[in-house]
């Protein structure tokens, strides 16, 4: 009698989760009649995590570029092969020479994160006053390409796409702040960090009133650091962009904090750290800041740097950019029902190359979601609707509103959001929405928005 009681249970409860996957299906359907989808695409996957369910799929194996959704994988993957313990480390060394004066080095390894501050720190090992022969950048961790294959030219100054190399001072970017002074004067300006790598011209006029637009810009076609400012100046204007090339900037602006403190550096140069030097600081960065900046921030340079770590998994110096993508493709065909054909080509999704279905990022999110560890760090570091990161404006008075921990994704034609959802009996659903082909990021957001609702709305 209790076997048939609980069959007819079962039953019933599997009865209950049809009808709410056929409303679903129902309110979604309404959605793609929006004439939005005239001229433009979506692919999209539903899985109730709580129920192990595949509530809703629409061309959910379509092969589409999944822009910075692309961060999700790239951070699964990097806390399942490298662990939440791992560490991105710059170190500084010592070696005296024939002359008896000192060499130091300094070794990176793509710390996302390292900062101006971080140099101070690391600088406070060294005695003040200290003659250093040369300044050594040791680049040697990865090789020279620093842009992924796809990834578009004309995207440089911008500080989503700065030149990758193994030392990278804020994020290999100056922030340039501009603010009118006097009518008719040039506008004040101010830059962080502070260099002689870079030039400022400016050209700009305060509360001009010829017209012209004011810009912030270097020519960069040319790897000239020269920025100029021009143009009418009437409100402060910021603009961080990056700078060419990022070892030279980061030991250029190393060698003037270091004269700060009276130690006197005759050269820079770049080599190889001698097996003899000796270790005077390390900086430890853990991977889970890496993860949460690139996740929350949508940071490309995080992204790229957990992508490296991925392929010096395995010893072998200097790591090529393509190492950690086949990685994740290797990880993703041996733990997901990954499909025969799809394509990894860099970290961030800034490549034209990537493609990837809706169907397999829900088969990552449900990975993630398994490991307690790899969960708390994944949900913690996506932006949540209406609160933060890149979802800080999106669902407010909605259902939606505080129950959506997402990550977006935006280049030209492409708009697309996967995380979490949290359903009002407590189920959290795994969703991918791609969309490919429209012009209009912000009507999409919107019909995005519309469908989170209706994904937070309902009992499944």
């Known amino acids: 009698m209790k076997h048939i009681i609980l069959c007819f249970f079962c039953f ?48 959910a194996q379509k092969l589409c570029r999944p822009a910075s959704v692309m961060k999700i994988i790239t951070s699964t993957v990097a806390l399942k092969r490298l662990g939440c313990d791992y560490t991105v480390d710059t170190h500084l060394y010592s070696k005296e020479n024939v002359s008896g004066k000192h060499n130091l080095y300094i070794k990176g390894s793509i710390d996302p994160l390292f900062s101006e501050e971080d140099l101070l720190q690391m600088s406070a090992a060294l ?116 700078l060419y090339p990022s070892q030279d900037f980061f030991i250029t602006v190393m060698r003037e904090r ?9 050269n820079i140069a770049t080599s190889t750290t001698p097996k003899e030097a000796t270790l005077i600081a390390i900086k430890q960065r853990p991977i889970c800041d890496i993860i949460h900046e690139a996740l929350m921030e949508s940071n490309n340079l995080c992204a790229e740097a957990l992508s ?23 990880f993703l065909e041996y733990n997901t029902k990954a499909p025969e054909r799809f394509n990894i080509a860099d970290g961030s999704g800034l490549s034209l190359y990537t493609y990837l279905s809706a169907e397999m990022l829900v088969e990552v999110l449900k990975l993630a979601h398994t490991d307690t560890i790899a969960r708390d760090i994944i949900i913690a570091g996506l932006p949540q609707s209406g609160i933060s990161g890149t979802m800080k404006h999106r669902t407010k008075n909605t259902p939606a509103y505080k129950k959506i921990f997402a990550k977006t994704g935006t280049v030209k034609g492409v708009c697309t959001l996967a995380g979490y959802a949290q359903t009002p009996n407590g189920h959290t659903l795994a969703f991918v929405i791609l969309n490919q082909g429209s012009m209009e990021p912000r009507r999409v957001r919107n019909w995005q928005d519309k469908l989170c609702n209706v994904l937070c709305e309902n009992r499944y």
């Open 308 to 330: 490296y770590h991925l392929g010096a998994l395995y010893g072998k110096f200097p790591v090529s950019q393509k190492r950690g993508p086949d990685i994740m493709e290797g």
């Open 127 to 242: 005695p003040e006053g200290m003659e250093v022969d040369t300044l050594f950048a040791d680049c040697t961790f990865m090789d020279s390409i620093h842009w992924g294959p796809g990834w578009s030219w004309d995207d440089t100054p911008w500080e989503f796409q700065p030149y990758i190399s193994p030392l990278m001072l804020n994020g290999g970017c100056v922030e340039v702040c501009a603010t009118p002074s006097s009518p008719g004067a040039p506008p004040t300006v101010e830059c962080r960090p502070q260099s002689d790598f870079y030039t400022i011209a400016n050209e700009a006029v305060s509360h001009g009133k010829r017209g012209e637009k004011f810009t912030i810009l270097r020519d960069w076609l040319n790897n000239s650091n020269v920025i100029r400012l021009r143009g009418d100046c009437n409100a402060p204007k910021s603009e961080k962009m990056n």
């Open 12 to 59: 019933t409860q599997f009865l209950c989760t049809v009808g709410r996957a056929q409303n679903l299906s129902t309110q979604i359907e309404a959605l793609l009649s929006d004439p939005l989808f005239d001229d433009s695409d979506v692919s999209i996957a539903v899985y109730d995590l709580d129920a192990d369910t595949m509530l809703y799929t629409h061309r």
């Open 258 to 266: 270091l004269a700060e403190r009276g130690i006197r550096i005759s």
